[in-house]
């Protein structure tokens, strides 16, 4: 089975900390997602890596940066947490599109999600 | 943003009665992906259908997908206590863009 695993379920953290969300899988993907959850604005990519040191914004990469220097950690960081990056913080990793012609499937896992209140 | 849009944002239905609920995107897409998610968890993947397909089914669920309409819907056929959750499109556009964008979901409610 397929595991992503986050750090955390639950964190509280104070206004202006620097703030580290792990994400860590275990099936060699390729693709590693961070989105935040809000309720009715759905998930939001932050941001998203298709390998080992490389990264793309997503649509909200604002006050967040991340780091991937092992192929099965994608770590987020709020470099100065702020209240309304309170949410759902939700992993996820992938097979790399261009396989999916090789018959693998490229749907995304999930890892349990850390709720986040910064106070 | 190609983000996806579902309709309706909430559904109530009585339980074995059939639930539809429908996703529109913005741009060209490869794959699109129907996912659940129960309160407060993870996503979970439930099915991805291509963008040269048009229909597919696995167990109770099917999918269509109308790239002329950029439109896909997911059907629920006999509707159970335990398909309540918030169900999730997203979208894809295969090696030019690896990223995986969502929609703000459908909350479906089964009613016993």
């Known amino acids: 089975d397929v595991k992503v695993t986050q750090s955390s379920r639950y964190l509280v953290k104070r206004t202006g900390e620097k703030v580290f969300l792990e994400c860590v899988q275990d099936m060699d993907h390729e693709n590693m997602f961070w989105y935040r959850q809000d309720p009715g604005l759905g998930l939001r990519l932050i941001y998203f890596?298709?390998?080992?040191?490389?990264?793309e914004k997503g649509d909200i990469p604002e006050g967040y940066s991340v780091s991937r220097e092992k192929k099965e950690r994608f770590s987020l960081i709020l470099e100065s947490a702020s209240t309304n990056q309170t949410s759902m913080y939700l992993c996820?990793?992938?097979?790399?599109?261009?396989?999916?012609?090789?018959?693998?499937?490229?749907?995304?896992?999930f890892g349990q999600g850390t709720r986040l209140t910064v106070v | 943003s190609q983000q996806g849009e579902e309709d309706p944002q909430a559904l109530s239905i009585q339980e074995g009665e059939n639930a539809t609920m429908n996703c529109s995107y913005k741009?060209?897409?490869?794959?699109l992906q129907w996912y659940r998610q129960n309160s407060g968890r993870g996503l979970v993947h439930l099915i991805l259908i291509r963008s040269n397909e048009r229909e597919k089914h696995s167990g109770r669920l099917r999918v269509t997908l109308d790239t002329s309409k950029k439109s896909s819907s997911l059907l629920i056929t006999a509707s159970r206590a335990a398909d309540t959750a918030s169900y999730f499109c997203a979208t894809d556009r295969g090696s030019r863009d690896d990223k995986i964008i969502f929609g703000k979901g459908t909350r479906l409610h089964i009613l016993p």
């Open positions: 890596s298709y390998d080992v040191k490389m990264k």
């Open positions: 996820a990793s992938s097979f790399a599109a261009l396989l999916l012609s090789s018959g693998v499937n490229t749907e995304a896992f």
């Open positions: 741009t060209s897409i490869n794959n």
